[in-house]
């Protein structure tokens, strides 16, 4: 059984349960001996897919990350107006969050306690900071107020956006409002930063 268990173990299946039991316990709770007790498989089976739980943490962020900066290279992240970019940015960062909820949910609890934490820390001030320029561009071509500090805000979109992963749970068939969750994000978001007279 065991046997038949280390045969189809994939390196995606193994990244999913590891991704899950570091929520659980957290990065740093999490032993070797913890991740092959839930995936079921010997921890020199899960040696041969990876060199060690870092390497999953990596693997896991990375999937995070990977689809927060896709997002900067989309046509609706390129074009257009500042504020319709930063805009189709926030809606598209709350999609991502939703479809991978519990990468999302990891890279925002890192601490950076390791080389491959603090890597991913810096990666999400590089996006935060991508974002940033554009609410500064915004601003900048009259659509935002001038008078809300960029740096606040940016924080304050981010914390709304990224309290979703302590709520969020994907449900067979979705729940009630979420199709317009994002829409819902960026009407909140947007509507008290627009400058009067803006679009």
Do not use: C
Not at 141 to 149: K, M, N
């Amino acid at each position: 059984m065991t046997t038949a268990k280390r045969d189809t173990y994939t390196p995606e299946t193994l990244l999913t349960v590891a991704v899950r039991v570091f929520n659980e316990r957290g990065y740093d709770g999490t032993s070797m001996e913890h991740l092959s007790r839930a995936a079921g498989i010997s921890k020199s089976s899960i040696y041969h897919h990876v060199a060690g739980k870092e390497e999953l943490l990596r693997l896991a962020v990375s999937r995070a990350l990977d689809g927060l900066f896709a997002i900067l290279d989309e046509p609706g992240a390129q074009r257009g107006r500042a504020v319709e970019r930063v805009e189709y940015v926030t809606r598209r960062t709350v999609d991502v969050l939703m479809e991978e909820v519990p990468y999302v949910t990891l890279l925002l609890r890192v601490r950076g306690n390791t080389k491959t934490e603090r890597w991913a820390l810096e990666r999400r001030r590089e996006f935060d900071q991508r974002v940033a320029e554009l609410l500064q561009g915004a601003v900048a071509e009259g659509d935002l107020r001038a008078d809300v500090d960029i740096r606040l805000a940016t924080r304050l979109l981010f914390g709304m956006v990224n309290s979703l992963v302590e709520w969020y749970r994907p449900q067979p068939g979705g729940f009630p409002g979420e199709e317009q969750l994002a829409d819902t994000v960026v009407k909140l978001a947007f509507e008290g930063m627009r400058a009067s007279g803006a679009r």
